[in-house]
């Protein structure tokens, strides 16, 4: 016979919290993360469309391999941005690229649509499989627990 030392649900009932703990914390945590980027898509969908031309074109080699423009738009004024490091062997000076800017150039993005680089897409996604595989399940009662059983034979009395 097993007698209980404390009431029979409430292991339950504490695992359940602790589920919603952690729901609670990852969905705060994804509508933070959407909210970081609001920002970055007002501006590029309210921003000015234009086109630019390209100034310079150098590619970066190395870890962050990337290609740099140097780009001017029809009012003078001129900025960089990074892009994908294969643009470099299509792009040239002289050449025609569409251009977003809200206004002044502390906001400027070659490109109509928003851009979105591999460590920010797979940010969230990282957290979610670390939650979903890292979350401890550790404290499972000893009567619970796998059986190990090394001896052979019958038991000694």
Do not use: Q
């Not at 409430?10 to 589920?19: D, G, L, P, V, W």
């Not at 501006?43 to 150098?58: I, L, N, Y």
């Not at 643009?87 to 206004?103: K, R, S």
Request: with cysteine; glycine share 10%; charged share 25%.
């Amino acid at each position: 016979m097993l007698c209980s030392t404390r009431p029979l649900g409430e292991r339950f009932r504490e695992h359940a919290s602790r589920h919603r703990f952690a729901t609670a914390f990852l969905l705060l945590y994804c509508v933070v993360m959407a909210l970081i980027d609001i920002p970055y898509h007002a501006r590029v969908h309210a921003g000015v469309h234009e086109t630019g031309e390209v100034v310079r074109a150098r590619k970066v080699e190395g870890k962050g391999a990337r290609c740099e423009l140097h780009v001017a738009i029809p009012n003078g004024e001129a900025f960089t941005d990074d892009v994908d490091p294969r643009w470099c062997d299509v792009i040239e000076e002289g050449t025609l690229v569409p251009v977003v800017h809200a206004g002044s150039l502390g906001f400027a993005h070659v490109g109509t649509r928003p851009g979105l680089s591999l460590g920010v897409a797979i940010t969230s996604e990282i957290v979610l499989v670390l939650a979903l595989f890292g979350y401890p399940d550790w404290n499972r009662p000893w009567y619970e627990a796998r059986v190990i059983d090394s001896g052979r034979g019958r038991l000694r009395s």
